[in-house]
């Protein structure tokens, strides 16, 4: 997709900002590979998910969806990040969003705003698509500088250990079976992953294309290389989906999806899927000289965790939240409208009448309910600091949008944001809940 944004852009000192071409492919995922590379001389992982992105086959990427900062005198690649246009579902309702990834610059060409000159042109083209929202994980704080705000509980999960796996009762035989996923399976994919996105706020709309592409189109050497599998009974029907890392990461086997289908005990299949995935997991760590340390299984709210909670820990790290940027926060609340009114007609402020003015300070947003229903959403400037029925300093009420922090852990957090009466804060928590998120982005 070929969109304006004024480039190519003459950044002056011979360096030139340009969207990525065919021609740019073998250069860019050289790059890539080499600037991500930390302490190693090549990231080869980093380098094939790049080459997906950019060699044409990937279902909703390609060359345009780069950008690149060129040296003009050679031609070489000094500064690149890739925009990934993708939907995701606020309670239930989609919304266009774009993850920008693969942010990086040569070492000697590293804080001359080249990043910040990318990032620019990322959200103009985030805006030519009608998004609601950009969003990135990565180095802790950076991206604050450009109007994100950590919000979102982005991957986060529970850990079993290996010896707290279930063994299989004596002279009892494996009531569950695991066998590779084919493209067939997609549909079954897809109907377990509907499901459990039920759970959760925030989710990732994925296609059937996306599951294919997952399924075949990647290098099994990528970073986003995953293997899928079905759970069957030992008569060959499918009871379950299972999705993990294709290796080790610190000597942990993550599980990315576990899912089964209704009607089908949790109890009854988890302890084979663990067994399963400890095989796995112990397969692959013979060759490395290392234990398998743990089996980790993402989600905030995964039933397993209900069904095992004294096996399954809680290992939360923190900068594992995605930073989210929502340009114009009215715009986005008006999209969500009928999932603001749904909470509040299922809740104790049922049938509500009244203006809640809330601010971050410089602007801010009123809402006009009537009788239950959100009749107006406007902007809204605080004639005082001190006015408005609630503060948010800075970027902080994303972290209530987004469902990552209660009022109260707000508010306890910072002295800057207030709410003027408990009445209040009442109301906020049940508009924006603390709710968890599950976000498998398109990648
Ligand atoms: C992080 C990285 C992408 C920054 O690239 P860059 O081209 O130097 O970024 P910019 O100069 O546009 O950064 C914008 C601002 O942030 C500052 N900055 C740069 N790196 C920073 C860092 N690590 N922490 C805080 N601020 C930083 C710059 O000085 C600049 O400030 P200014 O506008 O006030 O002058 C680069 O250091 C890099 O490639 N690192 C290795 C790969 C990596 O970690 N990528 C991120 C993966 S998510």
Redesign the pocket.
């Known amino acids: 997709m070929s969109l304006a944004s004024g480039l190519p852009r003459d950044l002056g000192g011979g360096l030139l900002l340009r969207q990525a071409t065919a021609a740019d492919v073998e250069a860019l995922v050289q790059f890539n590979g080499t600037?991500?590379a930390?302490d190693k001389p090549f990231n080869t992982a980093v380098a094939a998910i790049s080459r997906e992105g950019l060699a044409g086959q990937h279902p909703t990427l390609g060359p345009s969806d780069h950008l690149i900062v060129e040296a003009t005198p050679t031609g070489e690649i000094v500064?690149s990040i890739q925009f990934i246009p993708q939907t995701w579902s606020y309670a239930g309702i989609p919304f266009g969003i774009g993850r920008i990834?693969?942010?990086?610059?040569?070492?000697e060409?590293?804080?001359?705003?080249?990043?910040?000159?990318?990032?620019d042109v990322a959200h103009q083209w985030a805006a030519e698509r009608g998004h609601l929202a950009t969003f990135?994980?990565?180095?802790p704080?950076?991206y604050a500088?450009f109007g994100y705000e950590q919000a979102v509980v982005f991957r986060t999960g529970r850990t079993i250990f290996p010896a707290l796996v279930p063994p299989l009762p004596e002279g009892q035989t494996e009531p569950f079976h695991v066998r590779a996923a084919t493209t067939a399976d997609v549909p079954f994919i897809a109907a377990r992953y509907a499901a459990a996105t039920q759970r959760y706020l925030l989710t990732t709309v994925y296609s059937a294309d996306l599951w294919r592409f997952d399924m075949t189109g990647r290098d099994p050497a990528s970073l986003a290389a995953v293997t899928m599998a079905i759970i069957e009974t030992p008569t060959g029907e499918a009871v379950g989906w299972l999705e993990h890392s294709n290796e080790l990461f610190g000597g942990n086997l993550s599980t990315h999806n576990f899912e089964i289908i209704p009607g089908v005990s949790w109890l009854a299949v988890t302890p084979s899927v663990l067994r399963h995935l400890l095989a796995v997991g112990q397969q692959m760590a013979a060759p490395t000289g290392q234990p398998l340390r743990r089996l980790s299984l993402r989600g905030e709210a995964h039933p397993a965790f209900q069904a095992f909670p004294e096996r399954f820990i809680a290992m939360h790290r923190a900068n594992w939240n995605a930073y989210m940027r929502v340009p114009d926060i009215a715009a986005f609340l008006r999209h969500i409208t009928p999932a603001l009114e749904e909470r509040l007609a299922r809740s104790v402020a049922v049938g509500h009448t009244g203006a809640l003015t809330l601010h971050w300070y410089r602007d801010g947003v009123q809402l006009t309910w009537e009788q239950g229903r959100l009749v107006g959403i406007e902007p809204w400037q605080p004639p005082r600091p001190e006015n408005g029925d609630a503060a948010f300093p800075e970027l902080t009420f994303l972290r209530r949008l987004f469902g990552w922090q209660t009022q109260e852990e707000l508010e306890a957090g910072f002295n800057d944001a207030f709410s003027a009466s408990p009445e209040v804060r009442v109301l906020l928590n049940i508009l924006f809940p603390k709710e968890p998120s599950y976000i498998r982005s398109v990648s």
């Open positions: 600037v991500h930390e500064s990834e693969a942010v990086g610059t040569l070492p060409y590293r804080r001359k705003g080249l990043v910040r000159h990318q990032m990135i994980t990565g180095i704080w950076y500088q």
